[in-house]
């Protein structure tokens, strides 16, 4: 019941200070690391608009209910900003997932990129699709797509098991740029051997804030960092205090 009422505590805190610092956002600037992956990521999207190929997201095999979710939410993110980068292109980003909501906020978030680019007309709605059920039967279907849509980047932003290194060996066989993360840290071990850029560990979650998506993502980098900081200075505290002789 203590460790509930806790993490409850933490969540307010954070959303708190996600709430709070969004709106001061404008008035603090945030310098973010240079990441690779991201720089690699935005050349090859503008190398796919310019040669008239396709660029691919996977949003993974987890469903939309339960913690597998959360990578799939982080490509959404991602989702947004690469169709507007690709609204003007013959061959506008096609999206592939496991699970049939999550394929259809996939297609919502079509939707909504395309209104705010003011190309509503852009939208198709066979652009976001249910391969498999499965994990496996969602890794068999990806080649058809490789192959017949012409892609260039294959973008993996999602739940992975082991499925994943063979869907990043996929796109790599099609000789297309493969950016590979996802949270299993199995997973994230086999996609680093088998794509071009990788995404470790909590990279995923910073998509948002680095594509500039909203002040929202960037916001909840400044709370991330904040809120370790108080967990550092509760622990130093505890230990100074155990240690002075004070009881529990």
Known sequence: ??????????????SILVVVLSM???RL?????????????RKAVERSVEAGERVHLSLGTGSLIGAESAPGLAGLALLGQV??????????????AGDGAMAILAQDSLRSAYQRAGEPRRYEATAGRVLGLTPFSYTVGLP????TEQIS???LLGSFGAEGALAAHFGDRQEAFV????????SQALLFATSKDQL?????????????????????LHAQDLLRALIVLAVLAGSLWLTLGGGL
């Open 1 to 14: 019941m203590t460790v509930d009422i806790l993490g409850f505590a933490i969540l307010i805190i954070f």
């Open 24 to 26: 001061i956002s404008r």
């Open 29 to 41: 600037p945030i310098e973010l690391r240079s990441m690779k992956a991201f720089d690699e990521l």
């Open 83 to 96: 169709a507007s980068a690709t609204r003007m292109s013959d061959k506008p980003v096609v999206v592939t």
């Open 144 to 147: 058809p797509v490789l192959t």
């Open 153 to 155: 980047a294959h973008l």
């Open 179 to 186: 950016l590979g993360g996802t949270d299993d840290v199995p």
């Open 200 to 220: 470790i560990g909590e990279e995923i979650f910073a998509t948002g804030a680095y594509l500039s998506v909203g002040p929202m993502y960037r916001a909840s």
